[in-house]
């Protein structure tokens, strides 16, 4: 392609509004525009880009024996219906009437659709395992588009679906996809964590997802380097140290004391003299309609993700004013578990176990109560609540976590048989009985990878795009298009490349070397040939746009050097 013939519209600024780097070098660049909130149009750049990251995952998939297929975007609402989910997945759906008056909606995921299909047409287990999987629009009206391409409403994933005969099966396509997913991010240039994750709204048991540490991430990833542990906060473990204090002596019973006005736990504290720890900290939280009380260590968050799977609730919030008066008769902050009322279910955090004498609210407004040992003064579960925070223990190894900001690129789940359940799935087993297949499915956000990418390589003066993924592996500049020599070499050397397979770009503008420079430092391309004077001697000049560093370089060589180099790149 000739650079004067393409349509990149690149800017000198980045508009006002936009946060993270790859959103602001995306728009810069000329890779995208945004024409209504979550809703992006690809330029040439940013196509060219996309169709490299799918050619890869296309060639991961199919080497696992993945068939590729393709599905409506538009789906009836009566498979939703009928997974449930059409009323448990809220207003992330687009949803909409044909001029008939019948529900549909678009795509956020295709769980329903594959398991419908597999319905249709699966007849025997002989037929098992089968993996399917598409690269295609998926639609989620998001509540905070944003960041550019990270988080938009109209994306592209590749998703797949595996439906095996039983467990084992399962693990295999499951293991399948671990590893190919690997290959992915790695061929794409990325450095990424496979960590443990929460499966979430999808369903099913084990879930890892695959990120890639930034601090434009939105999600937070504990991590361990001694013993190599690594999980979304969502559902991450690790032991919290023990308070530096001991607790109190003595097997009094609980007093009240009076603590007018102090109602946060660090009030409290500083009012009875004793550290956070050694205070419970009183969530009351309506779980899908039923009260719930949640005790914590008075240092200690809880982790609502946590107690949601526990409860197994779709929904959590916490109690009205009025709610907590009518159960506990007092007002947050002086709530307690000493007392409550015994249809209440309470769920104490772990780190609460086997203390004593520990400042709980009393249940009435402007007190609490001292000397309040859990087990003894109230019953309660004792089960992992809290969020886990830097520095816990790590529950292997003992070394302190860490916490990092992450991208999420990618997600796969064993969905067991949510799907092929509710949806009826069966086929005929061994001997004439029916079995219910069991499903996996398995995510990867296109778009996420390319700001991902961006991400984790740019400078100030752009983007510094992986090889694989770069929507050109290098650029031809002559530094004056108009004198002959450095023309034709340019000409010349294009075309080589282009025979040698090379994807090359040649900068064949007018314009000044030090603007053709800046756009295709910005574009992030990863090979710079700049032909200039010293071309009459056979020299031309090769710019890493990585590293920023340049080589002179013979000009019969460039070629052969060039695949080298990208080679070594992708690899
Ligand atoms: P997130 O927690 O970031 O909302 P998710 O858990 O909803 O992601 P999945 O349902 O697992 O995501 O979708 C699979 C993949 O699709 C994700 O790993 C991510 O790469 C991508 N993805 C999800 N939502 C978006 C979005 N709004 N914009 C761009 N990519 C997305
Ligand atoms: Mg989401």
């Known amino acids: ?53 799918e050619a890869i995952i296309r060639e991961e ?17 009566e498979i939703w219906q009928e997974s449930g989910r059409w009323d448990a997945i809220g207003d992330d759906m687009f949803r909409f009437k044909d001029r008939f008056g019948r529900d549909l909606c678009l795509g956020m995921t295709e769980e329903e659709v594959v398991t419908w299909l597999a319905r249709g047409e699966m007849r025997s287990y002989k037929q098992l395992p089968q993996i399917w999987y598409q690269i295609q629009a998926k639609f989620r009206d998001e509540p905070r588009p944003k ?34 997913y690997c290959r992915i991010f790695s061929r794409c240039g990325l450095e990424y964590l496979a960590i443990e994750a929460h499966s979430g709204a999808m369903g099913g048991s084990e879930s890892h997802e695959f990120v890639v540490p930034s601090d434009a991430g939105e999600d937070r990833v ?53 550290p956070e720890t050694h205070h419970i900290k009183t969530l009351v939280l309506v779980a899908d309609g039923q009260p719930v009380m949640a005790l914590l260590r008075g ?33 947050a902050g002086s709530l307690g578990p000493v007392g409550a009322p015994k249809s209440m279910r309470i769920v104490a955090d772990t780190a609460l176990e086997g203390r004593k004498n520990l400042v709980a609210g009393a249940n009435k407004t402007g007190f609490h109560l001292r000397n309040v040992t859990p087990g003894r003064d109230f019953a309660a579960e004792f089960v992992d609540i809290r969020e886990v925070e830097e520095g816990d223990l790590d529950i292997e190894s003992g070394q302190p976590v860490r916490l990092r900001k992450c991208i999420e690129v ?78 034709e070499a340019a000409e010349t050397l294009y075309a080589s490349l282009l025979e040698a397979g090379v994807d090359a770009l040649l900068d064949d503008r007018a314009e000044r070397a030090g603007v053709k420079f800046n756009d295709a430092d910005l ?35 460039v070629v052969g050097l060039l695949r080298e180099k990208l080679a070594a790149a992708k690899a």
């Not at 297929?69 to 538009?74: G, M, N, T, Y």
């Not at 991450?236 to 097997?251: N, R």
């Open 410 to 487: 990618g997600h796969i789940f064993k969905l067991g048989y949510k799907y092929s359940q509710s949806m009826d799935l069966r086929v005929s087993g061994d001997e004439g009985k029916e079995v219910t297949p069991i499903m996996g499915s398995y995510g990867i956000g296109v778009e996420r990878i390319l700001t991902a990418a961006i991400e984790q390589n740019h400078d100030e003066a752009g983007m510094a795009m992986p090889a694989a993924i770069a929507p050109f592996e290098v650029v031809v500049t002559p530094i004056n298009w108009k004198t002959d020599e450095q023309r």
């Open 222 to 274: 504990v991590e361990c380097a001694a013993s190599g542990y690594a999980a979304n906060l969502e559902k991450a473990v690790a032991q919290a140290p023990a308070p530096t204090e001991p607790d109190p002596e003595g097997d009094a019973a609980p007093a009240e004391l009076a603590t007018p006005n102090q109602k946060t736990i660090a009030e409290v504290a500083a009012f009875d003299g004793l």
């Open 147 to 180: 960041s550019g391409l990270m988080r938009v409403r109209r994306f592209t994933m590749k998703d797949s679906y595996s439906f095996d005969i039983d467990a084992a099966g399962l693990d295999v396509s499951y293991n399948k996809h671990y590893d190919a």
């Open 1 to 53: 392609m000739r650079w004067s013939q393409l349509f990149i519209p690149t800017l000198r600024d980045a508009p006002a509004d936009a946060e993270v780097v790859s959103h602001k070098l995306l728009l810069r660049a000329g890779y995208v525009r945004q024409l209504a909130a979550g809703f992006y149009c690809y330029l040439y750049l940013a196509k060219r880009s996309i169709n490299k990251i």
């Open 523 to 557: 574009a992030g391309i990863p090979f710079r040939v700049v032909v200039g004077k010293k071309v009459t001697e056979g020299l031309v000049e090769l710019a890493v746009r990585s590293t920023r560093q340049s080589s002179d370089v013979k000009i019969e060589e």
């Open 61 to 77: 998939m199919n080497a696992i024996g993945a068939q590729e297929i393709f599905l409506p975007e538009v789906h009836p609402a």
């Open 299 to 331: 240092d200690r968050q809880l982790n609502e993700t946590k107690l949601a799977s526990l409860l197994g609730a779709n929904e959590i919030r916490p109690a009205h004013p009025e709610e907590l008066r009518q159960w506990l008769g007092a007002d």
